[in-house]
């Protein structure tokens, strides 16, 4: 079956640099989440998209922006990159439902893995 | 505020023995339960989830979990451990509205030794 898409798997940058990671969701799922993942740290949200809309927003920094496109695909885009932003950089992605709760899972890339020189 | 808890950084178990990854949980109205699992350089993958229903949640691999509201709890458990399931074990909540983003707990790696 198909999964979540990541490019790149590895990005390594320099500070004050910018960076662009993509995700490509599974097939028909319509939201979009991103997740930084810090060594040996559990997942943080950043921040999360409904069909091309903002839907949550979370620890992300003012330095950081994302989208979601008219194929679902996502951007997260980091710019004036400091050490502090070395980290596993996940997408997830879901149906999303009506009616009674939340009940879909998160479905996760293999992540991006960005490192700061 | 909704948010998970892992009393244990790390759980060791012989080969073949059961294990329990313990999780308990702090929400609001009801809680909406996850677990997953991560392997070296790999992203999270889905193990289960508790919504509603039956108290033991199956999933994948063997795995389930038991939801316990008078103690909330939601621990991990399989009656025969795996050399292959030694990895980092995450639970996670949700809220119950739309698509609200998971909050995870800190992890707790487990070790299965053969």
């Known amino acids: 079956a198909a999964g979540v898409i990541q490019s790149p798997r590895h990005l390594i940058k320099e500070k004050r640099e910018t960076a662009t990671l993509k995700c490509y969701p599974i097939?028909?799922?319509?939201?979009v989440y991103w997740y930084q993942q810090g060594p040996g740290q559990d997942p943080q949200f950043l921040i999360s998209?409904?069909?091309?809309?903002?839907?949550d927003k979370g620890s992300i920094p003012d330095r950081f922006s994302a989208q979601q496109f008219s194929d679902y695909h996502s951007e997260l885009n980091m710019s004036s990159l400091e050490l502090g932003d070395s980290a596993l950089y996940f997408c997830?992605?879901?149906?999303?439902?009506?009616?009674?709760?939340?009940?879909?899972?998160?479905?996760f890339g293999d992540g991006t893995r960005l490192s700061i020189l | 505020a909704q948010s998970v808890a892992q009393p244990e950084d790390q759980v060791n178990v012989a080969e073949g023995n059961p294990l329990t990854v313990k999780c308990t949980y702090s929400?609001?109205?009801?809680?909406?339960l996850f677990w997953y699992v991560q392997y070296p350089n790999r992203g999270l993958q889905f193990l289960l989830k508790y919504i509603t229903g039956d108290n033991l949640v199956k999933g994948s691999y063997g795995f389930e979990a038991e939801f316990n509201k008078s103690q909330t709890s939601f621990h991990l458990k399989k009656p025969s451990a795996l050399v292959s399931d030694s990895a980092l074990y995450f639970c996670a909540v949700r809220g119950y509205s739309g698509n609200t983003p998971l909050v995870f707990g800190k992890g707790t790696r487990l070790s299965v030794i053969a």
């Open positions: 929400v609001s109205g009801n809680p909406y």
């Open positions: 997830a992605s879901s149906l999303r439902t009506t009616g009674e709760g939340s009940n879909q899972p998160q479905h």
């Open positions: 998209f409904y069909e091309k809309m903002q839907s």
């Open positions: 097939p028909r799922h319509d939201t």
